[in-house]
């Protein structure tokens, strides 16, 4: 039998180190186990490193679907689509689908910025009671609108992103050139930009190890690495943890936060989460002679600028169903190229890293699932391209459901 108040955390990126603050501040004993060998080992290690409470649309829309022909072709070569046969993607298509209608698009985005709206707030608590560094800026942000349609669109995503109480603007080009100097010698076709001067950068994984540390000192927090869970085992008082090395932990709560690998645990169980891989790169390089110090978005390359001081992180690619971590460089160098071709200045491309992979769990309606699957299993996963942006607010959900050691939740799932 587990102790009584233990908690296991499944996975140990951004949603798995905040979860694990979410319950130990509420009384829980947490350890959180990983297979890697560090925290913040996967997509919370090289992601755009752009907190974003204000651009927060999901990704189902009917503007996308008049699309997808094109990337299920590979049409475009920022956003490509898997076509390959497998019948628990060819389910989440079909769901994904569905939500494409405008109804859904409008529903899910307002959601989405709500929790947008509790993670920031969540985040400024966190910053108040722990002092923590982890290269944290109010950078604001700006997204490129490439023509007047963008424009449009943007407009009216705005009206439903601020009933979160996000403050933006949209500007002309001229009005974002002057905001931004650096824009002067972009290179791509700009009709406006979408101005967010709340947004934030920071470190993703400097953060978990930030928070890490200070959960460890105070609430006794431990973190287990090189640790793979193959299998859980759940019942009604407790659930068991079995590892690679033939271990088994017990345990009075377990929560999965294992990103698009989710599955392979809770579908056994009979939990099957609608989640689809979906793979993004990055690479860095020192700034060039026009960086920017404001975050860019660039929706038509579907990339992000991000200045990090001494060196510039451009992240983008989109590869829905793809699930290989590896960085392929038939695909990050013609990224490298587009990004230089629209803002050749920018970084000193001759001297960029070799790059980074790493893989998004999608929903088909963009929001994350969060909550307990029976009374000793929870999960916490499903944050796709947002998953820094919406960690602290959906781990503090999370806590909410929980609730504390053999107490009741603060609030129903």
Known sequence: MGSSGTAIIVGAGVIGVTSAYALARRGWRVEIIDAGPCIAGGASKGNGRQLSYSHTAALASPRLLSKLPGLALGLDPAFRLSLRPDAAFARWLVQFLSQCR???FVRNTVACSLLAGESRRAMDRLLEEHALSFRLRNAGKLVLLPDEKARRDAERTLRLTSQSGQRQS?????????????????AGPLAGAIHSPEDQTAD???????????ITREYGVSFRSESEVVRIDSGHSESVVYLASGEAIPSELVVVAAGHEANRLLAPLGYHQPLAPMKGYSFTAPVGPSAPRISITENANRMVFTNLGDSMLVAGLAELGEASGEVDPIRLEPMKRRAQAIFPDALDYERSDDGWAGIRPMTPNSLPVIGRLSPSLAVNVGHGMLGWTLAMGSSQRLGRMIGSPGGTPEERC
């Open 102 to 104: 405008r109804s859904a």
């Open 204 to 214: 993703c994984a400097e953060f978990c190890t930030q928070l890490l540390g200070a």
């Open 170 to 186: 949209i500007l002309s080009s001229a009005e974002a050139i002057e905001l931004e100097p650096a824009l002067a010698a972009f």
